[in-house]
């Protein structure tokens, strides 16, 4: 099945404590991206990448890291966590160019930092 | 107002009619895409209108863009209570690149 995987999907953590959400597609897409949702401020992008290695910023990037060193995985990771992180976050994977049909987002991660 | 901005921010109707939903936008765009959230899930695809479309169809929905007016509508035909969920636009926030920006939806809830 075509897809995007996000674990964990749920996870509280402590301030300062380095932590990673993973992110996986099987759809050999080049394009990959990070979202996070908050209310009454819709999604936001926080990076996304056009393909292996390349990486860009998106409006709120502020800490968070990303990587790309294979086409199928795009980490997110926040180095030190503060409470104004706590939100939703989504990643999401697409063709590019003309090919691209639209996003396929994965199930979401809620993240609590406390 | 947001690039993206859907309108109305809440909708709600009788099963079996029809919904309507908007979305402006204020820069060039290639296309604009239309996306559904139950709520807390993940977000699905619902429709891509490049900007040399001007209509679009997928089963019940129904797509327009305007690229004069910056604005594009969403029309769900016979609406079910399973179409009760936050419907969203998106767009390429600068043209040609992949800074997506999406607005802050409209929450549908269709009565049975």
């Known amino acids: 099945e075509a897809q995007v995987t996000q674990n964990p999907r749920y996870l509280i953590t402590v301030t300062g404590k380095k932590l990673t959400v993973t992110c996986s597609q099987n759809m050999n897409h080049e394009y990959m991206s990070w979202y996070r949702q908050d209310p009454g401020l819709g999604l936001r992008q926080i990076y996304y990448s056009m393909n292996v290695e390349v990486t860009d910023k998106g409006d709120v990037p502020e800490g968070y890291k990303v990587s790309r060193k294979e086409k199928r995985n795009f980490p997110l990771i926040l180095e030190s966590p503060s409470p104004n992180q706590t939100s939703l976050y989504f990643c999401?994977?697409?063709?590019?160019?003309?090919?691209?049909?639209?996003?396929?987002f994965g199930s979401g991660t809620r993240l609590t930092v406390v | 107002s947001q690039q993206g901005e859907e309108d109305p921010q809440a909708l709600s109707i009788q099963e079996g009619e029809n919904a309507t939903m908007n979305c402006s936008y204020k820069t060039s765009i290639n296309n604009l895409q239309w996306y559904r959230q139950n709520s807390g899930r993940g977000l699905v695809h619902l429709i891509l209108?490049?900007?040399?479309?001007r209509e679009k169809h997928s089963g019940r929905l129904r797509v327009t863009l305007d690229t004069s007016k910056k604005s594009s509508s969403l029309l769900i035909t016979a609406s079910r209570a399973a179409d009760t969920a936050s419907y969203f636009c998106a767009t390429d926030k600068i043209r040609g690149t992949y800074k997506y920006i999406f607005g802050t939806g409209t929450r549908l809830k269709v009565l049975a």
């Open positions: 999401a994977s697409s063709f590019t160019g003309a090919a691209n049909y639209g996003y396929t």
């Open positions: 209108i490049r900007s040399n479309e």
